[in-house]
Every structure is written in C-alpha cells, then in structure tokens.
C-alpha cells in the first residue's frame, strides 16, 4: 500500500497525473522521487504492515507541479457542471455515467486530463462526480479548536453511497486546513483507507478486499470529488 496516493490525487487533473496518479512506491523510485533523492518533506518511506509505504507531502507535490507546464483548460471548463441526482447533509452525487466520452469531455479540465480518463476507463467499472460542501478541512479544525482527537470520518462510495471510517492517524498542518488521515472501514481489519485535503480540495483511496471495495476519489475542484470504483488487478493504483 503506497500512502502518498491519495496526495497524488489531489491534484489529478494536472498533468503530473499521466505519469504518477497511483503509483505505487516501486514505481515511484523508479521515476526518481524516492526519499533519498527527495527534499525533506517531499517523500518519506515508512514502513507498513509487511510492506513499504510512502508519503508524499502537500509541498513535494505542489514542488513537482509548479515544475510543469500550463496546459489551458477546455473552454466549457466548468465548475459544478452536473446536477445533483441524490444528496444528503454531506454529499451530492450527479448520477452522470462517468466512463462516458461525452461526459469526460465537461469532467476533464483539458485535453490531457481527457485523454488520462479515457485510458483510464479499461482499469474501472465506474466513475462519478460528487459534490460536498464542508469536507475535512472542516472536521479537522473542528477537532483541533475542541481539542479533541479526529476519531471518524465519512468518505463517499457510488451512486449515494457512503463509508465511514475509523480513523488511526493523523497528520495535519496549518491548523488542521491541510493533512492526510488514515484509518480502516469498522470491522475490517484488513482494510486501508487514507485521505488527504487542502482546504476544500480533498482526494482518498479506499482498499477494502474483505468487501471488495476499491475506490479511488481524485480532486477535481474545491468541494468538487470524481470517485472511481477501480479493478485493482489493472488500475494503476496505490493497492499493489
């Protein structure tokens, strides 16, 4: 399980995307971001359960970015560009079928971004754009001014679907408007869940092989959330 994915996802729709969403560490150290060639704070491996894990932090990210250059949105760009099918008080699913071209071409900032997608589509069974209005930037500074600990979190599935998560570690910066947490599905032991966020943009992986749920949910804009049930056997995913 490489950790920093969720990190990665949060900014899915630059370029960096066609050459690092879901690596896993090996991958990475093949592309010349391990730690040891790493700023301090860019990657860090830590270790796993039986495994290697990587983080990749908010400024190594933002560092690789700002490296690349400007590709110009579609001029539909849009932010919000589907009506919402199902909500509830945290989330609103479009319903929109994600896999779709047509629908590619309004979620997709670009045409490298459309092109990713469109590859992409071999490796998941479904994709779909979710809105949410106070994400865990919220919760995360709600907890630190309480000065409590950040205990639960809910993330979104598919189709009104929703997971909650136990969480079992946190690391927050900026008081609490940047971070990654970590956790497990309750009762799933075997289940990995990490999430990362920057103010309202936010990205997370969900690895659950005792339910069969392997989700991916990649930034698109602030509140704005594509979330990817993935065929971890073929996506190109922090899972493997």
């Known amino acids: ?4 994915g969720a990190w990665i996802q949060l900014f899915g729709w630059l370029p960096l995307s066609v050459g690092l969403i879901g690596c896993t560490a090996h991958h ?32 190594g990210v933002q560092n690789e970015a700002e490296q690349l250059p400007t590709i110009p949105n579609y001029s539909w760009f849009q932010l919000r560009p589907f009506k919402v099918a199902e909500s509830n008080s945290i989330y609103g699913w479009t319903g929109e079928d994600g896999r779709d071209t047509n629908v590619i071409l309004r979620l997709a900032h670009n045409s490298l971004e459309y092109q990713r ?7 998941i ?11 865990l930037a919220s919760l995360a500074q709600e907890a630190a001014q309480a000065g ?3 205990r639960q979190i809910t993330l979104p599935g598919l189709d009104g ?12 910066r900026d008081n609490g408007s940047a971070g990654q947490i970590y956790g497990q599905l309750p009762g799933q032991a075997d289940s990995t869940v990490t999430a990362a ?9 969900v690895d659950s092989p005792q339910e069969q749920v392997y989700l991916v949910g990649e930034a698109r804009e602030p509140g704005e959330l594509v979330v990817k049930s993935i065929n971890p056997a073929l996506y190109g995913s922090p899972f493997h």
């Open 197 to 205: 966020f920057i103010n309202n943009r936010e990205a997370f992986t």
């Open 125 to 135: 069974y479904q994709r779909e754009l979710v809105y949410f209005n106070e994400g």
């Open 161 to 172: 679907q929703q997971w909650v998560v136990n969480v079992t570690r946190t690391d927050l």
């Open 28 to 59: 990475a150290k093949e592309l010349s971001l391990n730690a040891s060639a790493a700023k301090p704070g860019n990657l860090a491996e830590a270790s796993g359960s039986g495994s290697n894990s990587a983080a990749v932090s908010m400024a």
């Open 117 to 123: 997608m469109v590859m992409e589509n071999a490796a």
């Open 1 to 4: 399980m490489a950790s920093y």
């Open 148 to 150: 409590e600990k950040l």
